[in-house]
């Protein structure tokens, strides 16, 4: 079974970084493109970065520049560093294998940025 554990949120002023990461289990992670998504109590899910199998990467406009993602193929982990938060950044971030719609949605870890 497909299963994604995400961890690392927490609370942080304006201008501070966190790392967030992402277990996942029930799949041959180092063959699927990777994505991190962010959600508010207003918006959508969006996406946030995705990396495919290879190591190319790709943001949102929002984030480029600010958050890198990467992947530990050996560990079966996929990690979000946030740099530079903004308020604006506040959700409740999800890992998820890309355009895999029936996977099953971890809890998240929530990410407070606020001063």
């Known amino acids: 079974q497909v299963h994604f554990m995400e961890y690392g949120g927490g609370v942080v002023q304006p201008g501070g970084s966190l790392r967030l990461s992402c277990e996942a289990s029930?799949?041959?992670?180092?063959?699927?493109?990777m994505a991190w998504y962010r959600q508010t109590p207003w918006n959508q899910r969006e996406l946030v970065a995705l990396?495919?199998?290879?190591?190319?990467?790709n943001y949102a406009d929002a984030v480029q520049g600010r958050f890198t993602i990467s992947r530990d193929n050996a560990e079966n982990t996929l990690y979000l560093q946030m740099n530079s938060l903004k308020p604006e950044d506040s959700a409740v971030y999800y890992c998820?294998?890309?355009?895999?719609?029936?996977?099953?949605w971890g809890q998240g870890t929530r990410v407070t940025v606020s001063s």
């Open positions: 029930g799949f041959i992670f180092s063959g699927y493109t």
């Open positions: 998820k294998r890309r355009n895999y719609d029936h996977d099953s």
């Open positions: 990396i495919t199998y290879d190591g190319t990467t």
